[in-house]
């Protein structure tokens, strides 16, 4: 794991977690090792027994510099495990050397190995966990078929128990993590909002001014010449549509009243494929329309949904620069939903990108500004529908919307 790879305030948390684990670790193996040799000692008058694992200690203080040289190098990370497989190594080892050949029953280990345990969860890592969890259970069944003994399946039983209560403690770490890494991305994105509102209202009045006279200007064109263009009416219902996209850019972030009435899908789909129209059979691409059976109207905003509509037909449009077909499916589901699927033969999304469709400023067009699927995204939200973006690099992708027919609180 490179360093310059990992958020410093990680590196920083998982620091302080191994400094903490380490001190604790040699205050209880020592403490420990001290209490049993003393009481050996007193037991069987036996003075040697204090130094009999003085090997085993010189190694465990060993694995000291192991840990502080990695510190040192910025990548805490690795010293937890350098911890657990070194003092699986050096316990088993010096447990068979001490236990094999003798009658003496086996009565090998140290409480650290609980320490080990329940202090997993501190760390956050299921990896570790099961590395803490299966290294000492497995240790003990491997002393046990070594050295033929049965003492090994009440600290086997500890573990097992000790390792569920370690494993409903790392469960709910995670899900307190998650809840609180939710709740951030959850208030970075309306802060996102908030500022695209700002720009929003401190440029709407420029683009008003200009698109009122766009306007006037082709309504006065088509006043004068009515019979010579038949394209000004759509002129006309684009730059009303501009005016609505700035609308709704101003209240993203705010909550706005909705204005929802019943319109026929069918129409919404056929002017978006209108004012499309022309640019598809500049690049050579075809639409194709299945519609099952009679459809009713829904409730809905019929300008929002032609913006979210125009929004995903262009971006179809433009994923595929030679060509191709765009295929939209409009059925009904579950007798309550409309459903309508646009797939394209474009050049599809990499999956690393398509979580991040639709956050305000993320586009994948060199051209993009980010805002057009995060408009459409809200719209439908605003309508209580679902959006699903499915997509394969270099064979298309398939954008599903599902809207509620009846509006449960429509205005």
Known sequence: MKEGNI????VFEEKKAVVLFMWLFYIVYFSFEAFYQLSKSTIYKDKNLISSNFGSYVLILGILTFGVYFLKKGNPFIVKYIYIFAYLGIDTVDSIVSYWGINEPYTSGNIVEVLFILFSPIFVNMKYFLVISLGLIGKEL?????????HVFMPIIIYIILSLI???????????????TDVHEELRHKEKLAVIGQ???????????PLSSLKGFTQLQQERYPNTNDHYSIMIQEIDRINSIVNDLMYLGKPKEKNFKKERIEEIIAYTLSITQQQAESQGIKSEIFMEGPLPPIECNGTQLK???LN???????????????????KIIESQKMFISILDEGCGIADSNILNIGEPFFTTKSDGTGLGLMVTSQIIKDHNGEIKIESELGKGTKVKVSLPIMQKNSY
């Not at 491997?142 to 049965?150: A, D, F, R």
């Open 307 to 309: 913006q979210v509509f």
């Open 142 to 150: 491997i002393l046990g078929l070594i050295l033929q003994s049965m």
């Open 199 to 209: 720009m929003a209202t401190g440029i709407a009045h420029e683009i008003r001014n």
């Open 7 to 10: 958020n410093p305030k990680l």
């Open 312 to 330: 995903l037909v262009k971006n179809a449009i433009e994923s595929m620069t030679e060509g191709g077909k765009i295929k939209i499916n409009v």
């Open 166 to 180: 370690a494993y409903t403690l790392l469960i709910r770490f995670n899900s307190f993590i998650k809840s609180l």
